[in-house]
Nanobody, 127 residues
């Protein structure tokens, strides 16, 4: 059974940092790009960052470039999202997702290209 569980969210003041983790199981982890998405109150789900299957390349949404860093540890089947200089507009439920097709690059955040599991983790940034 495929599982992707995001955790590490919490309440933080603006300017603070959090590190999210995404623990995976049930599939060949290092064959798939993994992305982080978020959904803020009253907003659509949006792609935040993506890392290729072997970790050699990554992409970021313009809104988080320079503040967020994605990384993966294939031995631990875990993807991380280091979030620095957090802003109130970063408040959202954060989800991790795997690309539907193995060995494809992070060239799109179209939701239909990814498979989601789990409830996500809530990040709240206070002003």
């Amino acid at each position: 059974e495929v599982q992707l569980q995001a955790y590490g969210g919490g309440l933080v003041q603006a300017g603070g940092s959090l590190r999210l983790s995404c623990a995976a199981s049930g599939f060949t982890f290092d064959d798939y790009a993994i992305a982080w998405f978020r959904q803020g109150p009253g907003k659509e789900r949006e792609g935040v960052s993506c890392i290729s299957s072997r970790g050699g390349s990554s992409t970021y949404a313009d809104s988080v470039k320079g503040r967020f860093t994605i990384a993966r540890d294939n031995a631990k089947k875990t993807v991380y999202l280091q979030m620095n200089s957090l802003k109130p507009e970063d408040t959202a439920v954060y989800y991790c997702a795997k690309r539907r097709v193995p060995r494809l690059a992070c060239n799109s955040y179209h939701v239909s290209f990814y498979q989601f599991w789990g409830h996500g983790t809530l990040v709240t940034v206070s002003s």
